[in-house]
Each structure stands twice: as structure tokens, then as C-alpha cells.
């Protein structure tokens, strides 16, 4: 045999072989990512069950640039979110969408915080047309909390404009940067998105045709059906069904919402459950504004309904005279006022958002929800909300069972 053609057998049995290893199925899994100059390959099957995508900081630590070199620092008890092989190279994890590493070591794995869950939506604002250029050093923080410390500039797209704050994105989560730590900002404020929304207030859901058709004999008890075909309607038409903060956000000026942009409320607490079905069966967000006496915020617990406070125990008719219906907060004294709506707040995780009973108020009631706390209150109107509303009077559109959903349709476009 010629030994040319020797070497040729003997190449194709190496390449042979090394493809036979490269493809064994029990081969072990490599990381093969360098961070400066010749990476350690590191086997990561035994820390499988240790780390997922969403992690926890166990201690005050340091995070690296590619070349790992220290820039900065993120505190304990701090939320991370790794990259999608969330692998170690050179015992270190890479941040999901970000050139920083940390030490594996300085991590928890965490089966409760999760994208979906917690960071849903501010990914639904339209971004202004800002970008902010930080300082050489700048804070993340997470509401007013500290939580990362960069030590070199860096750019963001503006997603929450605030008096002394912006709303940025970093590592798929939500953070803000005081004004301070700006260095420049480029571009304009100018709105994006729609101009205004419809707040829709619903009451009773039910079955016409049980006990509960014959019960509820008002025209604010809609049929599920009914109720069912507009909830359908906005999800199949791409509507963001917005929470109260971003409500808040929204008509004080802060965020872009989307052009179909809706607000789904529900008043008071009686036939509920059919509702909450269809909310959940659409993944539709929607707000209850409950009577604090008349059940406990558990008995209504879904992940897609957020609930507020419709006053512990003032949705009673003709408490006061001259008046429409009378609730009691148009004209009770101020002390059983205030010990009302302190209740119903502590009830309801301190909320700070109300809704007024029968759409009843006045300039004193005003006056005692923002004594009580509360920095925004429902009311009724029959028109869409917008920047610059009374932030204590905000309109809704109250549906009921002879609504026509042409009629619907035209309130939420």
C-alpha cells in the first residue's frame, strides 16, 4: 500500500472517531465561552439541580465585565436573571441580555421569582424616544431601593419618565436611576401610543338561567355570555388589559400605553366566580374594588385580578340625605370616615387606589381620601380617561345587560 494512501485511511479513521465522541449521547456538557484569554472547561451536570434562569444574590457581591474585571456590585437578596444555559465558564454566570458575570457561588437558585409573574407589565409600555447616557458610576434601583452599583457608563432606552427618576430596562427586569446619576439624555418626550383609555366597570356576572337570574334582577347583572363575548372581543382584538399602577402611570404622565389600551373593573364582591373564569380563560387582567365587610380579599384570589378598596362599610343606601343612593362617605363625620378607610387600606395591603360607592362624592370626600391616603379614586363619567384627569375623579364607562356590543365596541376604541 502506497503511504500516501496510508495517511489518508488513517486521517479518516481519526475524523471517524472524533465524530463518534462528539456524538456519544452520555457526553458530558462543556462550556466552551472564553472570558479572558483560555477559559476552564467547566462540567455543569452536577450543578444542574442547584441553578435555574431566575436566581437569588446570597450576599453582598461583586459583578464582572468579559475580562473580569470588577465593575460594580449587587446586594443580597438581589433578583438576577441568567442566560438561557444559565452555564458556568470559569465558575462564573453570564446575566441574561448583559456582558456581566458573578460567581456562581454568590447565587440561590429560586423557584418563586420568575419573569412571567413579576416583570409582565412594564413590558407592554412603549419606550420614549430618551435615551439617558449615565455618569461613570451609577445605582439601580428597584422602587427606591438600591439594589446594583455599575462603575462604568452606560446608555438605556427611557420606559418610565419620572419627576426625579427613569424607568429602564436591565437584565429583563425594571429599574430606576435617580437624575442625579444622568450624565446627558438625547431625544424628545413627546407621546407615543394612545391618547386615552376606556375604563370599563362591571357588577354582577351571572347564569340568566339559575338562581341567581331570578336573585339578581338589577340591569347591572349581566349574563356570563354576554359578559364572555366583550372580554373575548379585547383579547382577540390585542388589547392590554392594564393594572391600576399602570393606570396611575398613564394619566399622571409617566409611561406609554399601547393604542388598544383597556381597564377592566368589577364593584363591590357579589357574583364574582363566573367572572374571575372568564378573566382567567382570556388571561385578561382585571380590578376588583371590594366592600371590605362583606368578604376577605382570599375568597377572590386569581392571578389575573388585583383588588382595591371600595370602603370597608360605606356601600349602604340612604345613609345620607339629599343625595342619590346615599353612601355613607358623602356625609358621615370625618373621624368614622377615616377609621372606614383605614380598615378597608389594611385589608387590602395598604392600597392606595379607590373606588367611590354608588359613584357618589364630594369635595370632602376628596379631601378625606387624600387625608386616608389614597392618590387616585374611580368614579362613573361614561368617557375615556386621560392625562390630566382629576386624579380623584376618574371617568368609567358602567356596563350592563343592555348594553349592545356595538356599543361596547365604540367604548373601547
Same mark, same amino acid.
Given at each position: 500500500m502506497k503511504k500516501g494512501l496510508k495517511i489518508i485511511i488513517v486521517l479518516l479513521i481519526i475524523v471517524i472517531i472524533s465524530l463518534l465522541l462528539f456524538f456519544l449521547?452520555?457526553?458530558k456538557k462543556e462550556v466552551k465561552e472564553k472570558v479572558k484569554g483560555t477559559s476552564k472547561i467547566v462540567d455543569t451536570s452536577k450543578?444542574?439541580?442547584?441553578?435555574?434562569?431566575?436566581?437569588?444574590v446570597n450576599k453582598d457581591t461583586n459583578i464582572y465585565d468579559k475580562k473580569k474585571n470588577k465593575i460594580g456590585f449587587i446586594k443580597k437578596d438581589s433578583k438576577v436573571i441568567l442566560d438561557d444555559n444559565y452555564e458556568i465558564v470559569d465558575k462564573f454566570f453570564k446575566l441574561d441580555n448583559e456582558e456581566y458575570y458573578i460567581d456562581y457561588k454568590d447565587l440561590d437558585k429560586s423557584d418563586i421569582f420568575t419573569y412571567d409573574n413579576e416583570y409582565k407589565t412594564y413590558k407592554n409600555y412603549i419606550p420614549y424616544n430618551?435615551? +439617558?447616557t449615565t455618569k461613570d458610576s451609577y445605582? &439601580?434601583?428597584?422602587?427606591?431601593?438600591?439594589?446594583?452599583?455599575?462603575?462604568t457608563k452606560n446608555s438605556y432606552k427611557v420606559i418610565i419618565k419620572d419627576s426625579d427618576r427613569y424607568g429602564i430596562e436591565y437584565n429583563k427586569q425594571l429599574y430606576y436611576i435617580a437624575k442625579s446619576d444622568i450624565e446627558s439624555l438625547d431625544g424628545?418626550?413627546?407621546? +407615543?401610543?394612545?391618547?386615552?383609555?376606556?375604563? &370599563?366597570?362591571?357588577?354582577?356576572?351571572?347564569?340568566?338561567?339559575?338562581?341567581e337570574g331570578r336573585e339578581c334582577?338589577?340591569?347591572?347583572?349581566?349574563d356570563q355570555t354576554q359578559v364572555e363575548e366583550e372580554i373575548k372581543y379585547l383579547k382577540d382584538n390585542d388589547f392590554y388589559a392594564v393594572t391600576m399602577e399602570d393606570l396611575y402611570l398613564f394619566l399622571t404622565d409617566k409611561i406609554n400605553l399601547p393604542e388598544k389600551s383597556v381597564a377592566i373593573t368589577i364593584d363591590d364582591g357579589w357574583y364574582l366566580a363566573r367572572m374571575i373564569s372568564i378573566l382567567e380563560k382570556?388571561?385578561?387582567?382585571g380590578t376588583l374594588y371590594l366592600i371590605g365587610s362583606l368578604a376577605s380579599?382570599?375568597?377572590?384570589k386569581s392571578d389575573y385580578l388585583e383588588i382595591h378598596s371600595h370602603s370597608w362599610d360605606m356601600h349602604t343606601l340612604g345613609v345620607c340625605k339629599g343625595y342619590n343612593r346615599g353612601g355613607g362617605l358623602v356625609c358621615l363625620d370625618e373621624k368614622t370616615v377615616l377609621e372606614d378607610l383605614k380598615k378597608s387600606r389594611e385589608s387590602l395591603n395598604n392600597t392606595e387606589v379607590f373606588c367611590y360607592p354608588f359613584f357618589e362624592y364630594n369635595d370632602r370626600a376628596i379631601s378625606l381620601l387624600k387625608k386616608a391616603g389614597f392618590k387616585m379614586a374611580l368614579a362613573g363619567g361614561s368617557r375615556k380617561a386621560k392625562p390630566g384627569d382629576n386624579m380623584y375623579i376618574i371617568p368609567r364607562y358602567e356596563l350592563s345587560n343592555s348594553t349592545t356590543m356595538n356599543q361596547f365596541i365604540n367604548m373601547v376604541n
Open positions: 449521547p452520555n457526553r450543578y444542574k439541580n442547584n441553578y435555574n434562569t431566575y436566581m437569588i430618551l435615551i +439617558i445605582k &439601580l434601583m428597584i422602587d427606591d431601593i438600591e439594589s446594583i452599583t455599575i462603575n424628545d418626550s413627546t407621546r +407615543i401610543g394612545t391618547e386615552s383609555l376606556a375604563v &370599563l366597570n362591571y357588577h354582577y356576572t351571572i347564569d340568566k338561567n339559575s338562581s334582577r338589577q340591569n347591572i347583572c349581566m382570556y388571561q385578561m387582567q380579599p382570599s375568597d377572590y
